[in-house]
């Protein structure tokens, strides 16, 4: 499966912003999908993940109750309100067969980046 992201952008404090990760090759349903970003100088990490079904959806303690992650068709979302300096960094979306979602070893399918900055 191939991942493409966009919807990165430059944004103020407080503000929302919908990331967008389209998927080509068969199947994709069979996946679970998710986001994970990497600000600098630090290791990428889990930001959201789900299966198929919003009660399968997992996050990061840092963006619960601002980041929505949801899927139609072959696209993901990653939906996020009341944004944050410390949310600055570039964005992956990822796609995996099988594994714990927070674990970034366990995913074997990468999106290029999508920057995300959030002035203060």
């Known amino acids: 499966v191939q991942l493409q992201a966009s919807g990165g952008g430059l944004v103020q404090a407080g503000d929302s912003l919908r990331l967008s990760c389209t998927a080509s090759?068969?199947?994709?349903?069979?996946?679970?999908v998710g986001w994970f970003r990497q600000a600098p100088g630090k290791e990428r990490g889990f930001v959201a993940g789900?299966?198929?079904?919003?009660?399968t959806a997992n996050y990061a303690n840092s963006v619960k109750g601002r980041f929505t992650i949801s899927r139609a068709k072959n696209t993901v979302y990653l939906q996020m309100i009341s944004l944050e300096p410390e949310d600055t960094a570039v964005y992956y979306c990822?796609?995996?067969?099988?594994?714990?979602?927070?674990?970034?070893?366990?995913?074997?399918?990468w999106g290029q980046g999508t920057q995300v900055t959030v002035s203060s």
């Open positions: 990822a796609a995996q067969l099988a594994g714990s979602m927070e674990q970034t070893k366990n995913w074997g399918y």
């Open positions: 090759g068969h199947a994709f349903r069979s996946y679970s």
């Open positions: 789900t299966r198929w079904t919003p009660e």
